[in-house]
T-cell receptor, first 113, second 115 residues
Framework: DTAVSQTPKYLVTQMGNDKSIKCEQN?????MYWYKQDSKKFLKIMFS???????INETVPNRFSPKSPDKAHLNLHINSLELGDSAVYFC????????????FGQGTRLTVV | AQSVTQLDSQVPVFEEAPVELRCNYS??????LFWYVQYPNQGLQLLLK??????LVESINGFEAEFNKSQTSFHLRKPSVHISDTAEYFC?????????????FGTGTKLQVIP
């Protein structure tokens, strides 16, 4: 069973469109994250939710809106897509407290054309 | 503030040779340290972690890293690499704040094992 799963794995879309990426974890974790990995492999945290509550919101355009319907899901919706949004987006989860690492999904490669 | 520096963006090494991937961090508070590996077109997988206790930590596939507080380093080493070790390696620092954690990653080091 996949611990952290993201869909879709690949997403190609035109500028100006709105798209969503879904993430689900079956590890019982209470904290989930979205990371963006650019073409140079640099990983930057975008958002973090703990028990459906937003706890980290880095400087991200407000075109990006995370939604957590329950603590096992954290979806990412992106409005008015731009070329610079092209990247690989990773979802991750961990226990909110305690000495544990984050578990990552396989990533969603978003290409905006 | 905290940051993670991986000095080498690429490290080519011959098969069965030793390798060291460098990682330095800066933080004003205690941190937890991790190494993640990313194989081509895959997500990140935890390789090893330092939380407390022994400063030398090992992974199941022969990698080890040593936490050096005085030098604020957490270098990753392997005495003999295999072709299958070719991947991108990320050092990460986690800081607990207000009951939740924030993980900051380095820019990654691409390990290329040459047959």
């Amino acid at each position: 069973d996949t611990a952290v799963s993201q869909t879709p794995k690949y997403l190609v879309t035109q500028m100006g469109n709105d798209k969503s990426i879904k993430c689900e974890q079956n590890l019982g974790h209470d904290t989930m994250y979205w990371y963006k990995q650019d073409s140079k492999k640099f990983l930057k945290i975008m958002f973090s939710y703990n028990n459906k509550e937003l706890i980290i919101n880095e400087t991200v355009p407000n075109r990006f809106s995370p939604k957590s319907p329950d603590k096992a899901h954290l979806n990412l919706h992106i409005n008015s897509l731009e070329l610079g949004d092209s990247a690989v987006y990773f979802c991750a989860s961990s226990h909110g407290t305690g000495d544990t690492e984050a578990f990552f999904g396989q990533g969603t490669r978003l290409t905006v054309v | 503030a905290q940051s993670v520096t991986q000095l080498d963006s690429q490290v080519p090494v011959f098969e069965e040779a030793p390798v060291e991937l460098r990682c330095n961090y800066s933080s004003s508070v205690s941190v937890y340290l991790f190494w993640y590996v990313q194989y081509p077109n895959q997500g990140l997988q935890l390789l090893l972690k330092y939380l407390s206790g022994s400063t030398l930590v090992e992974s199941i596939n022969g990698f080890e890293a040593e936490f050096n507080k005085s030098q604020t380093s957490f270098h990753l080493r392997k005495p003999s690499v295999h072709i299958s070790d070719t991947a991108e390696y990320f050092c990460a620092v986690r800081k607990n704040s207000g009951g939740y954690q924030k993980v900051t990653f380095g820019t990654g080091t691409k390990l290329q094992v040459i047959p």
